[in-house]
């Protein structure tokens, strides 16, 4: 499961705004959580994608 682009638009006023330096997007990283979430691996078990 993933969260498109069309979906993120209409969450993104919802979320913190990034500061500093950071590698990846907010749309990056819900995914990534949803992906730990669904499939119960570990942070370094996360496809490079």
Aim: glycine fraction near 6%; aromatic fraction near 8%.
């Amino acid at each position: 499961m993933e969260i498109s682009e069309e979906q993120y638009a209409r969450i993104k006023d919802s979320l913190p705004v990034q500061r500093g330096n950071v590698n990846l997007s907010n749309l990056q990283f819900l995914n990534a959580v949803l992906y730990v979430a669904e499939h119960g691996c570990k942070w370094r078990g996360l496809p490079k994608r």
